[in-house]
């Protein structure tokens, strides 16, 4: 059987109230609306929080508390490993080392699987369906704004 394409929906968030850490960590890294990703394949919802660790769930779930958010749309060609990927890193914990130190290190282990930020871990989940929107050679740290950077069409902003 062959590998299946599909849509994975990098979904831009902000929540109110804000956690003042991750709204901080975006302002450092240059976002102006977001500090937080998650994926969406289908009726399932990607993320690594601060306050759920990595998680697997419901599109309501993750949504919970967002205020304003907007979507970004890539086609994979393997949905299939994507899928896998993402429910394999649910309960993994968070990464709080590498995410507080985002705007002031480089680390050249952005991969390491046993725990991740949100940014990270949905980069990590398109390649692992076989897209690479950055280069993963180069990039030491991925912010939500470089996945919002990457020339794909984007929704309006929307208001939850």
Not at 94 to 121: H, I, M, N, Q
């Amino acid at each position: 059987m062959g590998k299946s394409s599909g849509i994975v929906t990098l979904r831009f968030t902000s929540r109110w109230p804000y956690n003042p850490m991750s709204l901080a960590i975006a302002t450092f890294t240059g976002s102006k609306f977001f500090s937080h990703v998650v994926s969406i394949i289908g009726d399932r919802a990607y993320e690594a929080s601060m306050t759920h660790g990595c998680r697997a769930c419901s599109v309501d779930q993750v949504m919970d508390g967002v205020v304003r958010y907007r979507d970004m749309h890539i086609e994979v060609p393997d949905i299939d490993a994507a899928i896998a990927f993402g429910e394999a890193q649910h309960g993994k914990p968070y990464d709080f080392a590498g995410a507080v130190g985002l705007p002031l290190l480089k680390s050249d282990d952005w991969c390491d699987d046993g725990k991740w930020w949100c940014s990270e871990v949905v980069f990590a989940q398109l390649m692992a369906g076989g897209v690479n929107v950055l280069d993963p050679d180069e990039v030491h740290r991925v912010t939500p704004n470089d996945l919002f950077q990457c020339f794909y069409p984007k929704s309006e902003l929307m208001r939850a």
